[in-house]
């Protein structure tokens, strides 16, 4: 199957910046998407960004400008640079990944995820 496995995650001020990185491992076949998602305390799961594999992005409205998200195929692991972090970006941050396992019968896709990192920024 498909593992991800998450780091990068932190305390850092008001003002500074984060970079997450998220690899996948396993007998893979394919990977269709990945991306980031965060929850924070007593709220839903959100989007932050995905990248699929064209190398085409979206990202949630809120943080246009100042998350980034990149992906190196070779290495099958994507980052989100955070930048101009705000107190408000404080939550655990969920590494997702759209793949095909090599064993995958007819070669279907699942969503896999990651075990999640926090992320706490300070006033």
């Known amino acids: 199957q498909v593992r991800l496995v998450e780091s990068g995650g932190g305390l850092v001020q008001a003002g500074g910046s984060l970079r997450l990185s998220c690899t996948a491992s396993?007998?893979?076949?394919?990977?269709?998407?990945m991306g980031w998602y965060r929850q924070a305390p007593g709220k839903q799961r959100e989007l932050v960004g995905r990248?699929?594999?064209?190398?085409?992005?979206n990202y949630a409205d809120s943080l246009k400008g100042r998350f980034t998200i990149s992906r190196d195929n070779a290495k099958n692991t994507v980052y989100l640079q955070m930048n101009s972090l705000k107190p408000e970006d404080t939550a655990v941050y969920y590494c997702?990944?759209?793949?095909?396992?090599?064993?995958?019968?007819?070669?279907?896709?699942?969503?896999?995820w990651g075990q999640g990192t926090q992320v706490t920024v300070s006033s």
């Open positions: 997702n990944a759209v793949a095909t396992p090599s064993d995958s019968y007819l070669l279907r896709s699942y969503d896999y």
């Open positions: 396993g007998s893979i076949f394919s990977i269709n998407a």
């Open positions: 990248i699929i594999s064209g190398g085409s992005t």
